[in-house]
């Protein structure tokens, strides 16, 4: 083998195994987790209800619905796509998806199938790569982790020193 394949199969290799491509290859959805992250944190707002390290809000001081421990979620890739997608009627979980509802692809209903007391709620809307964007930060860097640590918290905020953080100091 040239030095010059070597270092291409090796670059391939390095390629594959980022966390990205270990979520596409693990799971069938190409996500980025980085971005993923972004959209938990900035744009769908996700850490309101679920805490900024996906504990449901264990421990934190913010006054909204506690909601499920993302940490702790066994759901597979598809069925936390289409709940971050089409939310929980019935729940304080709304739907994210831009496309939600308008058609029958979340669970085989359309808004104007609900009665008005019972319409999903709408949270922040984002599109379906950043749905599985998300999906793949959950699944790399929330699920399955136990309780939330203070490199978390400092990745998580991007600087050590965030408030949220002194807690684990």
């Known amino acids: ?5 070597l ?14 491509a270990l979520a596409q290859m693990e799971d069938g959805l190409a996500g980025d987790p980085e971005r993923g992250k972004v959209v938990y944190r900035s ?6 209800c679920h805490g900024w390290p ?8 913010l006054q909204a619905p ?15 796509f289409e709940i971050i997608k089409c939310g929980l009627p019935g729940t304080p ?3 994210h998806g831009r496309t939600a509802y ?14 008005p007391e019972n319409k999903p709620r709408r949270g922040k809307t984002f599109s379906d790569a950043d749905i599985t964007n998300l999906v793949a930060y959950l699944e790399t860097s929330v699920m399955g982790l ?23 100091k």
């Open 54 to 61: 996906g504990d449901g809000l264990t421990g934190t001081m």
């Open 43 to 48: 744009v769908g707002y996700c850490g309101n």
């Open 93 to 95: 979980m709304p739907y």
């Open 1 to 5: 083998m040239t030095m010059t394949r």
């Open 146 to 168: 136990g309780e939330p640590t203070f490199e978390e918290c400092a990745d998580f905020f991007d600087n050590p020193d965030a408030r949220p953080c002194s807690r684990f």
């Open 102 to 115: 308008r058609d029958d692809s979340c669970y085989g209903m359309a808004l104007a199938d609900f009665a």
């Open 7 to 20: 270092v291409a199969v090796s670059l391939a290799f390095l390629t594959l195994t980022t966390p990205m």
């Open 66 to 80: 506690a909601a499920p421990s993302l940490r702790e979620s066994t759901l597979d890739t598809e069925t936390l």
